[in-house]
């Protein structure tokens, strides 16, 4: 299994633009989350999805979309970019059953607005 | 709002020494705390998990202790070595949805 995997690494984009975030997971788990972390911070709940078609917002959910048309992927969207959104952005899944809360982390997409 | 955080931002440690990063939280209906280690460039880890119905669980050379008495987790990793060197983070479930409140983290340094 690849696990949770995050495309791309690195991004620059400009104010204004926008770009789409690609997380996919192969362990076929239910639960699907975004996050973004800031220098020497915590993470932060950007969106997460109990399933295909569901999907809700976190904590800090202004400035993005997400969607989750299948099990496997769940694309996370910037639209309009801002400097305020310069932050190493992670994708994360979990099993469906209450046994455990673990995630599971990709690698992460580092994004520079300027 | 509910939230998670940690005393110590660094903690500087000689390699073979034990070391205690602490964790504060804020929410007491919360059953189930988490820690993870992340490396530089790396997403988070999991370490070691714990529910609120145990006072103690060990891992390899890790072991996490919930005091719910005053609302502190502890991770307490034995014979620290230069790998260990990262952030950890300590993480509460957000009202039992699978929903993680994650800390600020604690910068772990193992000197050789």
């Known amino acids: 299994n690849a696990g949770v995997t995050q495309t791309p690494k690195f991004r620059i984009l400009k104010i204004g633009q926008s770009m789409t975030l690609q997380c996919t997971q192969d362990?076929?788990?239910?639960?699907m989350y975004w996050y973004r972390q800031d220098p020497g911070m915590g993470l932060k709940l950007i969106y997460y999805?109990?399933?295909?078609?569901?999907?809700d917002k976190g904590e800090v959910p202004n400035g993005y979309n997400v969607s989750r048309s299948t099990t496997e992927d769940f694309p996370l969207r910037l639209e309009l970019a801002a400097p305020s959104q310069t932050s190493v952005y992670f994708c994360?899944?979990?099993?469906?059953?209450?046994?455990?809360?673990?995630?599971?982390f990709g690698p992460g997409t580092r994004l520079t607005v300027t | 709002g509910e939230s998670v955080g940690l005393h110590l931002p660094t903690l500087s440690v000689q390699e073979g020494d034990n070391s205690i990063i602490n964790c504060a939280y804020s929410?007491?209906?919360?059953?189930?705390f988490i820690w993870y280690k992340q490396e530089s460039g790396k997403g988070p880890q999991f370490i070691i998990d714990i529910r609120s119905n145990m006072d103690k669980r060990q891992g390899q050379r890790v072991t996490v202790l919930l005091n719910k008495t005053v609302k502190h987790l502890s991770l307490q990793i034995a014979a620290t070595q230069p790998g260990d060197s990262a952030v950890y983070f300590c993480?509460?479930?957000?009202?039992?949805?699978?929903?993680?409140?994650f800390g600020t983290g604690t910068r772990l340094l193992v000197s050789p």
């Open positions: 994360a899944s979990s099993y469906e059953t209450g046994l455990d809360y673990e995630q599971y």
């Open positions: 993480a509460e479930n957000d009202t039992g949805f699978q929903k993680l409140v």
């Open positions: 362990m076929n788990h239910n639960y």
């Open positions: 999805s109990v399933g295909a078609g569901i999907t």
């Open positions: 929410n007491s209906a919360s059953d189930y």
